[in-house]
T-cell receptor
Framework: DAGVIQSPRHEVTEMGQEVTLRCKPI?????LFWYRQTMMRGLELLIY????????DSGMPEDRFSAKMPNASFSTLKIQPSEPRDSAVYFC?????????????FGPGTRLTVL | SQKIEQNSEALNIQEGKTATLTCNYT??????LQWYRQDPGRGPVFLLL?????KEKRKERLKVTFDTTLKQSLFHITASQPADSATYLC??????????FGSGTRLQVQP
């Protein structure tokens, strides 16, 4: 398996623009997580899905952020409109429903810069 | 509120020595605790999990301890190598599917 795939790897946009980040989880994994990482706040959970259904979105900072998972192999995180404070690395992770270690497998991340 | 503390200062050690990283947590009782490694420009990678009823877990040169009384986990790397240089994140978990991560400690092993 290729692991968790994220695109784009880097995104530079201007304030006010819409940004869409994409994630393909590992095949067969039931859970998908979106995280944001910054120097100031570390790695923060934004939202997670189980079997394509959003379970906990309490980490989504505000209404400008939305996430969808239309099927088991694809998820998007959208920011509209984007602001400079959204600049961060966004990670997607997935895990099996019943793994021995409950470990999460992370993608390479998308580095977002909002000017 | 739940809080996870890892030493924010980088840990610098000489090759061959044992590195010890600390993870302290407050205001919750994790059922297990995970440790991840993160290299620059990459996502975290799972290393070890230790459960609340386990005092110690080993994997090759790695050793993790879990003291539920002190609310602390220690992560040891013996015979450290420059390739061990990375940021190490702890994630105590109550058993919910989502994880909350500490801010991580950067380890630098000097040759």
């Amino acid at each position: 398996d290729a692991g968790v795939i994220q695109s784009p790897r880097h995104e530079v946009t201007e304030m006010g623009q819409e940004v869409t980040l994409r994630c393909k989880p590992i095949s067969g994994h039931d859970y998908l997580f979106w995280y944001r990482q910054t120097m100031m706040r570390g790695l923060e959970l934004l939202i997670y899905f189980n079997n394509n259904v959003p379970i906990d979105d309490s980490g989504m900072p505000e209404d400008r952020f939305s996430a969808k998972m239309p099927n088991a192999s694809f998820s998007t995180l959208k920011i509209q409109p984007s602001e400079p404070r959204d600049s961060a690395v966004y990670f997607c992770a997935s895990r099996e429903k019943t793994g021995a270690y409950n470990e999460q497998f992370f993608g390479p991340g998308t580095r977002l810069t909002v000017l | 509120s739940q809080k996870i503390e890892q030493n924010s200062e980088a840990l610098n050690i000489q090759e061959g020595k044992t590195a010890t990283l600390t993870c302290n947590y407050t205001n919750y009782s994790p059922a297990y605790l995970q440790w991840y490694r993160q290299d620059p420009g990459r996502g975290p990678v799972f290393l070890l999990l230790i459960r609340e009823n386990e005092k110690e877990k080993r994997k090759e040169r790695l050793k993790v301890t879990f003291d539920t009384t002190l609310k602390q986990s220690l992560f040891h790397i013996t015979a450290s190598q420059p390739a061990d240089s990375a940021t190490y994140l702890c994630a105590p978990s109550t058993g919910r599917r989502a994880l909350t991560f500490g801010s991580g400690t950067r380890l630098q092993v000097q040759p």
